[in-house]
């Protein structure tokens, strides 16, 4: 399987839908966002470094995000493809990706950008803010995640359109889970053909 860059603002489902691809083709999934949560948890060093850029809404330095991606990719059965959520988040992060897997004989593979409206993705993060308790889903640190993601991670969206791998899917087209689910599944397939 062809690798896959999970792409979307806050609450625009990338956790979700890596989920559901992963089930279906039986790729690797590293999440950044659940990595450094783990960290935080087993109170480690990086945990600790990673607790206040997170509860601030910022972003993990480039260099040493890197490095935990590189040692987690290193870390799955190789030739089976990778789902890399949450990551890219900086054209940084992209171009020591785009290194890191060619150095290994490997590509980038394919881009799945999720589009959602910004007041459909501010509903979803204060309902998992009951739902899961995540200390980053308030208000004030959710309007700062949209304004990082403006400005750092969207500009991406044109570095992967000029790589040529990327493909994009529009909530406000599609319209349930189900359908964004289906038709992400149906390119997914069709890229690797
Ligand atoms: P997420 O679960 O993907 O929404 O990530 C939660 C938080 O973890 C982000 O708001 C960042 O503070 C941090 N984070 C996750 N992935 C990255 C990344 N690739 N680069 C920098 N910070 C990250």
């Known amino acids: 399987m062809k690798n896959i860059i999970i792409f979307g603002a806050p609450g625009s489902g990338k956790g979700t839908y890596s989920e559901e691809i992963k089930n279906r083709f039986n790729m690797g999934h590293i999440s950044t966002g659940d990595v450094l949560r783990a960290e935080i948890k087993n109170g480690t060093e990086l945990g600790k470094i990673a607790q206040g850029y997170i509860d601030n809404g910022q972003l993990i330095p480039d260099d040493l995000m890197i490095n935990i991606l590189a040692s987690k990719y ?21 171009e020591a990706l785009k290194k890191m897997l060619e150095e290994r004989g490997d590509s980038l593979g394919m881009m799945i950008e999720l589009i959602v409206p910004e007041d459909v993705l501010m509903f979803r993060l204060l309902r998992r803010a009951k739902l899961e308790g995540r200390a980053d889903d308030n208000e004030e640190t ?23 791998i990327r493909h994009t899917f ?24």
Not at 185 to 190: D, I, R, S, T
């Open 170 to 193: 529009d909530w406000g087209v599609l319209l349930t889970k189900e359908g964004m689910i289906e038709a992400i599944l149906a390119e997914v397939e069709k890229e690797n053909a």
């Open 142 to 164: 959710i309007r700062k995640r949209f304004e990082v993601y403006h400005n750092q991670t969207e500009p991406l969206s044109r570095w992967f359109e000029a790589e040529g």
């Open 74 to 94: 290193d870390s799955l059965p190789a030739g089976k493809g990778v789902i890399f959520d949450g990551f890219p988040r900086t054209i940084a992060q992209a």
